[in-house]
């Protein structure tokens, strides 16, 4: 028997039958585990998550909704007639999963544990993109479970079924009802797919950006790129890198006062952009936000990098090249919109 559940499998936890319908698998740094959906005989739900210990030996915890409110914020709290201590949190993605799993691929996920004083009983907020969802758990005996060979193929063909009628029902009602609607949109929401919205793929384009060098964050092997600006000034080169993903900025970083550092920041969704000025040169250092997250294993180009992170981290927003991108972005949505195009945030 494999060490991962399959859909239909059939298993016991104290002496009640379950079948296995959904699972999706983590991954944070090297620890990868698995929660999958089971439902018993009578149609309840739970969650069963999986996970080795520091010795490769399998622990089992029992998962159900909890929809009692939580303060994030504390480190300690009383619900069910337990005291709960923060025990953990972090981000992991999704690795895998099967079913139907609301995720995606790579999709993260940031989590919260809290946990009783002999770690028998969980509270669990799992934070994603759209939703947040709060579960309460218990940790399960190994001898409490007992996982069989068995397959319920008729549970797995009957999931396959309802799923394939299910498509073809919408299809057919998405056919008559909104093939019409969506031809209308087509042609402006095109317009939208095609906005640039990355500091990277724009500088790698433009002949005034030099390629320098790459550096390397030993720990998650994530890479920042760092260009030469034609421009003379950090003023222009800011302003040049919003004028061309316009649409794309979502906050701007002024320098930190304290310092003699002259730097500017540019986040989009998935990136940040340092832009300095080093020995009378105009450098852009840009990489995805992975990159800057983890700095332990982190390196720096020439002498001043430290200020490319805590820039990242600051709060210090820009107002002068805030304005100036909120000016860009908007002009860049009229010039579209004028053209037919639509106006969306994407992804």
Known sequence: MEEKLKKGQILYINNEKY???????????????????????????????????????????????????INENE??????????????????????????????????????????????????????????????????DNTRIKITDQIDYQKVEKDRSQVRNSK??????????????????VIPMLSDLFVNKSIQKYIEKQTKYTYVTSVTNNVNKKKAKVYKSSYATIDETVKDIIDG????????????????????????????????????????????????????GSTYHRRHHSYFYSTYNSNRKSTTYSNYSNSARQQSINSRTTSGGGTSSGK
């Open 245 to 296: 993903v316009p649409e794309g900025i979502t906050d701007t970083i002024d320098s930190d006062p304290n310092t003699d550092e002259d730097g500017i920041g540019l986040h989009t969704k998935k990136e940040f952009a340092y832009i300095y000025l080093e020995d009378g040169v105009v450098y852009v250092q840009v990489s995805e936000k992975e990159y800057v997250s983890n700095t332990g």
């Open 168 to 185: 073809y029902i919408s299809f057919i009602v998405y056919a008559i009802f909104f093939i019409p609607m969506i031809l209308g949109m």
């Open 75 to 140: 480190q300690s709290i009383f619900t069910n007639g337990r005291n709960y201590e923060l025990y953990e949190k972090g981000s992991a993605v999704v690795k895998n999963y099967f079913g139907n799993a609301d995720v995606d691929l790579y999709e993260k996920c940031d989590y919260i544990d809290y946990m009783t004083k002999d770690e028998n009983y969980v509270i669990s907020i799992e934070k994603w993109e759209d939703e947040v969802e709060k579960s309460q758990g218990v940790y399960i």
């Open 19 to 69: 079948i296995v319908i959904n699972m999706i698998e983590y991954k944070e740094d090297t620890w990868i585990w698995q929660e999958y959906e089971i439902k018993n005989e009578i149609n309840q739900h739970k969650w069963i998550c999986v996970e080795d210990d520091e010795y490769g030996k399998k622990e089992y915890s029992i998962y159900t909704p909890y929809y009692g409110s």
